[in-house]
């Protein structure tokens, strides 16, 4: 039975430092679903040396595939903090689809923006994250929705229960719209600005997968 428990990481990040720990891209490509149907999708993102561009859509050499889900003005960018990548590591272990040692690489959960130390639950749509960088402002993004699951996932993390996990877990990631364009790279500092504070992203995911 796969468990959904979190799984915590142990140093993976210092109380209240928030920053970029890789740039992920991927262009759409044809995948082979679980039940065997063939589709498009671009959720394999592979890191890539930055500084990359980041414009209202999003950042340079990225795709969607299908827009109407992913992409868009207000989903230009997708985040998913590193510190579940432990339990998304554990559960594929458990549902026998990959080995207790064999890490997940940047990018898996189709995520443009590997993070630390900005879980779900401290960030509220509105807020806002200032990509900081030699003490300047690189570029500003906004938080506007969670991510939520589809079978392009599970396929991805290569087992059907991986959907029922993320709406379980709450584990979703952030999407987040382009206020200033600029760039990002890996290592660059997050300063987190909050918006009005009415809705939080984990609780907004939470009622509208019907948690």
């Known amino acids: 039975m796969v468990s959904c428990m979190p799984f915590g990481v142990s140093g993976a990040s210092r109380e209240g430092f928030m920053n970029i720990v890789h740039v992920n891209t991927g262009r759409a490509r044809a995948i082979t679903l ?6 498009r999708s671009a959720i394999a993102k592979t890191p890539v040396a930055g500084p990359v561009a980041v414009g209202p859509l999003g950042l340079q050499g990225d795709e969607q595939a ?12 997708y985040a998913y903090p590193l510190e579940h990548y432990p339990f998304w590591q554990t559960v594929r272990a458990q549902a026998r689809v990959a080995l207790w040692d064999e890490p997940l690489s940047p990018g898996s959960l189709g995520e443009n923006l590997t993070v630390s130390g900005l879980a ?30 589809c079978h392009k996932l599970a396929a991805a993390m290569g087992f059907a229960q991986a959907v029922k996990l993320m709406a379980q877990s709450g584990y979703c990631g952030g999407y987040l719209a382009v206020i200033e364009p600029g760039s990002v790279a890996a290592g660059d500092a997050l300063e987190l600005i909050p918006g009005p504070r009415e809705v939080n992203l984990r609780e907004l995911f939470f009622a509208r997968m019907g948690s």
């Open 120 to 149: 779900e639950d401290r960030l509220w749509i509105g807020d806002r994250l200032h990509v900081r960088r030699d003490g300047a402002t690189a570029c500003v993004l906004a938080v506007s929705e969670p991510r939520f699951p």
């Open 66 to 77: 299908d827009p109407t889900v992913h992409g868009g003005i207000t989903k230009a960018v």
């Open 34 to 39: 679980l039940d065997g149907r063939r589709g």
